[in-house]
Every structure is written in C-alpha cells, then in structure tokens.
C-alpha cells in the first residue's frame, strides 16, 4: 500500500495563473482533506470531499475549488493565484468518521512568483 | 470559534530530560484530540489520541476538560524523539481536524 500520495512534488506558478493538484489516498480511504501550510505555520483546513461533495470547508475564498472522483481521488484548483498563495498543501485521507486519523501525503510544494 | 494553541514553538531538552508539549483548546461541545508528529524528511502522522488512552513511544498525553488542555508528557526524551509535534482538534459538529501551529522538539545528547 502506497499510502496517500500527491502529484506534482513541486510546483512553481506565475501570480494570475490557475493551478491544479492530485492526490489519490489510502487504500480503503474514501474521505479526503486538503489543506495548506505556510512557512512556519500549522496546516490550515481548506476543505474535504467525501462522496464526490465537499463536506466542509475552511476559510478559503472561492478561488479554492476542488473536487472527488468516484475512486475517491480528489483534485485542489486554485485560480487566479496570488504570491501569498505559496505553500506546502498537504492531502490527507480517512474514513468518513469526523473522528477518523488522517493519512497525510508528502504534499506539493506551490510557489507563486 | 475552535482554535488550537501550542504557546511554544520550540522546546529544547537534553536526553534522558521529561518532555512536556503544551496544548489548549477552544471548542464548543466535546472535542477528539490527536497529536500528530512529522518526523525530519517524512510526512505528517498520527502520534496518539485521546480516546485511545494509549502511550505511544513512551508519550502520553491526558485531557483536562477543565483547563482545556491535551499536553503531550515523556518521563525520558530520546534524541529520535526530535520532531515537530502538532496539536490537533475535531469534532462532531464541525467535522474538521483543526491544528495548532505546531512545537519543534529538540532533543539534545
């Protein structure tokens, strides 16, 4: 079992540009978070999907947009991207419990210039 | 609204010290604590949580309801135990894990 695991390692983006990033998680996980961590900072919640619907959501403008297939795979849009939008986002997988440990993957590293 | 605080962002011991990790919450309701640990050039992963009532690694970590309080305890810290430790909170009616901003643990030989 391969884990959680994300694509592209690492990313680097024009200010305005849209992006897009994979990840497939845990065998026999079909709950998906995302989240964003800055230099420094502690991962910040942007949202999770679970049946192919994001369930909840974080304080991110819409720009922020994501998506899960019916593998469980799941995709994070980010339009319009902003210099402050460079960061480590991290996915991570579960079990539909809210109370479900989450399986992080190695993240993407976004920088926006 | 839920928040997470770790009031310090590193701790540095030297080995065979006790080890404790600070983390207070602000949650409506009855929250699910969890440490997660990210290890040098590894990913994030789960230490231990509370309703386990496990030790892992020789950590330990107790709810306090009354001080809202999840702090992580080691009697004897080893030197692989340095890390980044995070704090992390979730429950029922907000089902989203949100995390403090993370302690960087040294251990010194």
């Known amino acids: 079992d391969a884990g959680v695991t994300q694509s592209p390692t690492h990313l680097i983006k024009t200010r305005g540009q849209q992006v897009t990033l994979r990840c497939s998680p845990k065998?026999?996980?079909?709950?998906v978070s995302w989240y964003q961590q800055a230099l420094g900072q502690g991962p910040q919640f942007i949202f999770q999907?679970?049946?192919?619907?994001?369930?909840q959501r974080g304080n991110f403008p819409d720009r922020f947009s994501g998506h899960q297939f019916p593998n469980y795979s799941s995709e994070l849009n980010v339009n319009a991207l902003l210099l402050g939008d460079s960061a480590l986002y991290l996915c991570a997988s579960s079990l539909g419990n809210y109370n479900s440990p989450l399986h992080f993957g190695n993240g993407t590293r976004l920088t926006v210039t | 609204a839920q928040r997470v605080t770790q009031p310090e962002k590193l701790l540095s011991v030297f080995k065979g010290a006790p080890v404790e990790l600070k983390c207070n919450y602000s949650y409506s309701g009855s929250p699910e604590l969890f440490w997660y640990v990210q290890y040098s050039r590894q990913r994030l992963q789960l230490l231990l949580r509370h309703i386990s009532r496990e030790s892992i690694k020789g950590f330990t970590a107790d709810l306090n309801k009354g001080e809202t309080s999840f702090h992580l305890k080691k009697p004897f810290a080893q030197e692989e135990d340095s890390a980044m430790y995070y704090c992390?909170?979730?429950?029922?009616?907000?089902?989203?894990?949100?995390f403090g901003t993370g302690t960087r643990l040294q251990v010194f030989p």
């Open positions: 999907y679970y049946e192919e619907e994001e369930r």
């Open positions: 065998s026999g996980h079909d709950t």
């Open positions: 992390a909170a979730t429950s029922y009616n907000t089902d989203k894990l949100i």
